[in-house]
Structure formats: C-alpha cells, structure tokens
C-alpha cells in the first residue's frame, strides 16, 4: 500500500524502471506541473513583487530581529540576479519532485491551501497520502539534517516553526517534509507522529507551542526598537579577523546589524567580516557588489 512512508521508493522506482501506475493521468500530471511552472516565472519574474512586509506561516520560525526589520519595512540587502535564479530553480525542483509523487501513484491533496493560525496566513505546501507535507529543495549539508532527523535542533531557515503552524491550523498529528538535495538528487522524507509512543518526549514537547510563538512574535514586532542580534560575529581561523556565522550571511539585514560590515569574495563565495586585523589577499567589494 503507497503512503508517505513508501514515496521515496515509489518515486526511485518510477524514474529506473518507467512504469506508471496504472490510473494515473499523466497528461494531467504534466500539464499541472506546466501551469505551476509558469505561475512562478510570473510571480518572480514578469509581475512586479508583492509588498512582502508582513508576518506570515513561512517566516515565522526567522529570528525575531529579522521579524522586526521586515515588520518594520526596512530595506535590506537586495538579492542578487543569481541568488533570484537559485530561488526560482528551487522552486522548480519542488514542482518537479511532486509531479513525480502524482506519476508514481501517490494521492497529492490540498496543494497550496490557505491556511491561519491566530492572524498569521500561510499557504501549505500540500498532503501526500493524508500526510501534511512541506515539500524542500536543499543543499547536501541541509538535506542531511533532513535525513537524519537533526533539523529540529538545527534550524536556521524555520522550517520547523513553519510546519508547526501549517500542522496547527489543519490539527495534523503527522507531518513532515519531503527533501530533495538540489546537487545529487537524492530524496529523504522527515516525518513526525505525534502519537507514536515511540519517539522521545522532548520531541511531542517540542512541537505543539506554536501559537505561544506567535504571541510572542506579534509582541516582538510592535517594539520601538529591534531584539538583539541574532548571533554573535565568530573568527575567521587564525587571522584575528571576526566573521559572521553562517546565519547572519545569509540575511538581508547584516548590513542594518554591522554598518561596518566588509564583504570578501572568497572562492568559495562571499565571506562577511565585522573586524578586520589582517586584510584578506581577495577582492572586496562594497554592499551593492561593486569592486572597492
């Protein structure tokens, strides 16, 4: 019998050996995932973006100073033409990844249904097989706390929050997410049963305080003044240099949090130093990527 627990089988099974199931309409499958397609190059590229300065179900696990910048309206750092494209190629493998649930026989329902927890909006992924699912494309550092259950205590993005909400909103007692990572193509699911004796306590304890979090969140955000800074700056090996870890460099609002902030384009991509005792043998570049 298919359920989530089988997907990732069913799907390795559908790509080596082409056999469909029979009743499924793959015509349908495919021209879905055309029109879902399109809508995203519409949304990121060909219509102009939406005023994004709210809280909502896929950013509620951010930090809170993160929260209260965007609540706040200030502008961060505009995203890079590249890191657009790498956003909208994610999207692309999430579409990809559930067409390939659908053509391996799998029952997808309520795909991007709108969903609110006490005021905060969100749009659910989807369910597979009665199983509330957040589909994620990945890095291979990322899906490996997918694959061996550590997301929960290492989160940075707020993954965990953001299923919560969804889980709360629909009263789901399992849920989880289906992971692909973007650079080999591997596939994993994390999933969680809230009645499964089985699993640690700290884990139940763990995931049913969402609507605390949002309570807390709303109190965050109506603050004259922004929280304190999410992480303390690190150093950068033996230099007596001091860079941001690895959560600041991938916000928005660094720059708002260390003016003094310099950026070095390391071959390996920019590393974002708060202190600068010896000055590194690479290009620096200013905020806007200009060569300094």
Same mark, same amino acid.
Request: with cysteine; hydrophobic share 35%; proline share 5%.
């Given at each position: 019998?298919?359920?989530?627990?089988?997907?990732?089988?069913?799907?390795?099974?559908? %790509?080596?050996?082409?056999? #469909?199931? @029979?009743?499924?309409?793959?015509?349908?499958?495919?021209? =879905?995932?055309?029109?879902?397609?399109?809508?995203?190059?519409?949304?990121?590229?060909?219509?102009?973006?939406?005023?994004?300065?709210?809280?909502?179900?896929?950013?509620?696990?951010?930090?809170?100073?993160?929260? *209260?910048?965007?609540?706040?309206?200030?502008?961060?750092?505009?995203?890079?033409?590249?890191?657009? #494209? /790498?956003?909208?190629?994610?999207?692309?493998?999430?579409?990809?990844?559930?067409?390939?649930?659908?053509?391996?026989?799998?029952? %997808?329902?309520?795909?991007?249904?709108?969903?609110?927890?006490?005021?905060?909006?969100?749009?659910?992924?989807?369910?597979?097989?009665?199983?509330?699912?957040?589909?994620?494309?990945?890095?291979?550092?990322?899906?490996?706390?997918?694959?061996?259950?550590?997301?929960?205590?290492?989160?940075?993005?707020?993954?965990? =929050?953001?299923?919560?909400?969804?889980?709360?909103? @629909?009263?789901?007692?399992?849920?989880? *997410?289906?992971?692909?990572?973007?650079?080999?193509?591997?596939?994993?699911?994390?999933?969680? =049963?809230?009645?499964?004796?089985? $699993?640690?306590? *700290?884990? $139940?304890?763990?995931?049913?305080?969402?609507?605390?979090? #949002?309570?807390?969140?709303?109190?965050?955000? &109506?603050?004259?003044?922004?929280?304190?800074?999410?992480?303390?700056?690190?150093?950068?090996?033996?230099?007596?240099?001091?860079?941001?870890?690895?959560?600041?460099?991938?916000?928005?609002?660094?720059?708002?949090?260390?003016?003094?902030?310099?950026?070095?384009?390391? &071959?390996?991509?920019?590393?974002?130093?708060?202190?600068?005792? /010896?000055?590194?043998?690479?290009?620096?570049?200013?905020?806007?990527?200009? $060569?300094?």
């Amino acid at each position: 019998m298919k359920s989530i627990d089988t997907v990732v089988e069913d799907i390795y099974n559908l %790509v080596e050996t082409n056999d #469909i199931p @029979e009743g499924v309409d793959v015509d349908k499958v495919l021209d =879905d995932l055309a029109n879902n397609i399109k809508s995203i190059i519409k949304s990121v590229i060909v219509e102009p973006p939406e005023d994004k300065r709210t809280v909502r179900m896929s950013n509620i696990g951010k930090k809170d100073r993160q929260l *209260w910048y965007l609540h706040q309206g200030v502008k961060g750092e505009p995203l890079m033409p590249h890191t657009r #494209i /790498k956003f909208l190629y994610g999207h692309f493998i999430e579409e990809m990844v559930l067409a390939l649930v659908k053509l391996s026989g799998h029952e %997808v329902t309520d795909e991007q249904k709108k969903v609110e927890v006490a005021g905060i909006r969100g749009s659910m992924d989807c369910k597979i097989d009665g199983t509330l699912i957040d589909v994620k494309s990945t890095s291979s550092y990322g899906f490996k706390k997918f694959k061996d259950g550590t997301l929960i205590n290492d989160d940075p993005f707020g993954y965990v =929050d953001q299923i919560k909400g969804y889980a709360e909103a @629909e009263k789901a007692k399992e849920f989880g *997410w289906l992971a692909m990572d973007k650079t080999n193509g591997h596939l994993t699911v994390l999933k969680y =049963d809230m009645e499964d004796e089985s $699993k640690p306590y *700290w884990t $139940k304890l763990n995931f049913f305080r969402i609507l605390d979090r #949002i309570k807390y969140i709303k109190k965050i955000i &109506a603050m004259n003044k922004p929280p304190e800074k999410c992480y303390e700056p690190e150093p950068d090996g033996k230099s007596g240099n001091m860079k941001l870890g690895l959560g600041c460099s991938y916000c928005q609002y660094k720059h708002e949090c260390y003016p003094e902030l310099r950026t070095f384009l390391y &071959a390996n991509g920019p590393r974002y130093l708060t202190k600068v005792v /010896k000055k590194p043998d690479v290009i620096e570049v200013d905020r806007d990527g200009n $060569k300094v």
